[in-house]
């Protein structure tokens, strides 16, 4: 740099209006240079969408059909946001099995999440052994109260979701 | 710096004229923050200003008190996780690393090869989105907006990545107590050297807009000197004890993990426009890092072999009792967990205790302020490079 020179030498005064004049230009010459031919990166948010990866960790979703009440994920989930209630059924009932073969001894009564507190770190999921306990693609499901953020699976509008909401 | 403003010291006025005079000495009190853009989240800064210039800086901390350290007690060792997710939320793959670390510590985990290397090159693309998004906000600090979208267009493709792997932006929950969650297929260790190669000329892009730049340099140079000496006193990490010129990476100097067996240098301020320790330094030292955490990057994918990558873990985590103090080389400095297990049948640690390099870095602000003009202030602000989930806790 021009440490050298002495500061109040005009050569100096002329040396450092010609590095803010160079540089400047430099800088401005990176950003002109974007304004053709340079692919546009951002996407029009409602109309376009970006494909969300395979893993992708939105909105819980549980299949309470496959769902053997074994109380697992609320027992994993760190902030305790997963309610589990349960009953026997009475002697002498068929039992119904799980896709994974597991007999469904307890009868669901009650499975509701409250997604306002969930953090959406993934341990519940990896702890059902059943896996019907997911996290689906669905990221759009602002309310208006904080009540409309718990969701009960066991409700029918809900399982109506379920062919919307399920990975394939 | 000598600080000739004395606050509390003065006069009693015996006189009109004295009491005049004071009045025009006084000092005025004004808070930046706490939703000042320029404060990097929600820290608030009490200064005292003599007209344009700063006699006290007084951070106020606490907005982003979370509870985090007690919360972790009433939670199982793997519940953390997501917990220390949020310390550092934009170096959230170190913060996990190093408490997995020290869990894995007391266990006496073996982590598959596989698995460390690659938790080696998610924590150097985590340090390398965490530095753009540094040069990004710190060019935005001083009002030039445009290096802060070029440096998310490329911080994007890395969180895209991270994306794909764990499932969350951000908030990954991906570094596992034995191992890592998912495994990277071929395609996307493919995709990051590519991503390497496509990244290196756009370093050089971002010296010619930010580093050599004439007002940058105005700005930066010579403002908020750190001596290695007041680095020391006050405990210093990171690329804030590096830009004073002083080499010290836990990466190199106590390796960890499979560090030994990678060739990076250790980047130090040199002080070509100034003075070693001023704001230009600290900068330049996390834009060379980028370089050096490239390099290692570039290192593990020619060492990768296929393998597991989970250890052999219980599948109720239960501690012996112990405590266990683990410090890594983080992107901001140097993040310490001190985890204290009572033992028995606890399944949940008796006290974690987080030492976070952000609130050394913030207590230095009293120091460094005094003398400056308000807006050199903001310059400092942002040289620091603080992240306040992490000094709130």
Known sequence: MSHAVPHNSVKHYFAELWSAVSTTVRGMWITFRYVWGVKIVTVEYPEVRIVL?????????????????CTQCALACPVDCIYIASEKYPEGTELKKASN???????????????????????????????????????????????????????????????????? | ????????????????????????????????GPQHPATHGVLRVEIKTDSEIVAHAIPHLGYLHRCMEKHSENLDYRGVIPFVDRLDYLASMSMEWTYVAAVEKMLGTEVPRRAELLRIMTVELQRIASHLMAFG?????????????????????????FEEVSGARLLY????????????????????????????????????????????????????????????????????????????????NMPYSLYPEFEFDVPVGTGEHGTVGDCWNRYIVRMREVKESLKIIRQVLKKIEPGSVMGKVPKVLKLPKGEVYVRHECPRGELGIHLVSEGGDSKEPYRLKVKSPCFTHVSMLPLMAPGQMVADFVATIGSIDIVLGEVDR
């Open chain 2, 1 to 32: 710096m000598q600080n000739k403003w004395d606050i509390d010291g003065h006069a009693e006025p015996h006189t009109v004229n004295a009491e005049t005079e004071k009045m025009k000495s006084d000092l005025l009190t004004l808070n930046m």
């Open chain 2, 137 to 161: 906000t710190y060019a935005l600090d001083l009002g030039s907006f445009s290096p802060f979208l070029y440096a998310f267009d490329e911080r994007e493709k890395i969180l895209r990545l």
């Open chain 1, 53 to 69: 990866p395979e893993r992708a960790r939105m909105r819980l979703f549980n299949d309470a059909q496959n769902c053997i009440s």
């Open chain 1, 101 to 168: 073969g597991t007999p469904i001894r307890l009868h669901l009564t009650q499975f509701v999440i409250d997604t306002a507190l969930c953090c959406y770190c993934g341990l519940c999921t990896t702890v059902c052994p059943t896996e019907c306990l997911t996290h689906s693609h669905d990221y759009e499901f602002s309310q208006y109260t904080i009540d409309g953020m718990k969701y009960d699976y066991l409700a029918p509008d809900v399982i109506a979701w379920r062919d919307r909401i399920v990975k394939a």
């Open chain 2, 173 to 252: 929950n991906y570094i596992w107590i034995g191992g890592v969650w998912n495994d990277w297929t071929d395609e996307q260790l493919q995709r990051v050297g590519d991503f390497c190669d496509a990244f290196e000329p756009e370093t050089d892009k971002y010296h010619a807009l930010v580093s050599v730049n004439k007002i940058f340099l105005k700005r930066t140079v010579d403002v908020g000197i750190l001596s290695v000496q007041d680095c020391f006193d006050y405990g210093a990490t990171g690329p804030v004890l590096r830009g004073s010129g002083y080499q010290w990476d836990l990466r190199r």
